[in-house]
């Protein structure tokens, strides 16, 4: 555990880098100890480095077809729509699609 209840880089400091909207995220998902939902890869990094917990969109998506909660259509509509932004590791999208293949071929489902 860092000083002042602050799970961070050393000495329990606060993330300084990105926007002002991720920097607050990351800070407080590791404050308080919450899971952390954000796509763009480099402040994604940056908290999983920082020991926060991190999960991306495509993640939940893939989750979320597992559990049957979204269509193949929607989850390879929100798959397509993440991929179109340029904000994730191109590997963790083909990673997602490979996911949901097996997930679909799986169900046997057409």
Do not use: C
Request: glycine fraction near 12%.
């Amino acid at each position: 555990m860092y000083g002042s209840g602050l799970r961070g880089f050393k000495g329990g400091q606060k993330i300084k880098l990105y926007g002002d909207g991720e920097r607050e995220a990351i800070n407080l998902a590791l404050e308080r100890r919450l899971v952390l939902l954000i796509d763009d890869w480099r402040p994604y990094e940056a908290a999983q480095l920082a020991g926060a917990e991190v999960v991306n969109s495509v993640a939940y998506l893939v989750r979320l077809y597992e559990q049957g909660r979204v269509t193949l259509e929607k989850a390879l509509g929100g798959l397509g729509r993440v991929a179109q932004r340029g904000t994730l590791r191109q590997e963790w999208i083909q990673l997602a699609l490979k996911m949901v293949y097996e997930v679909h071929k799986k169900r046997g489902e057409s």
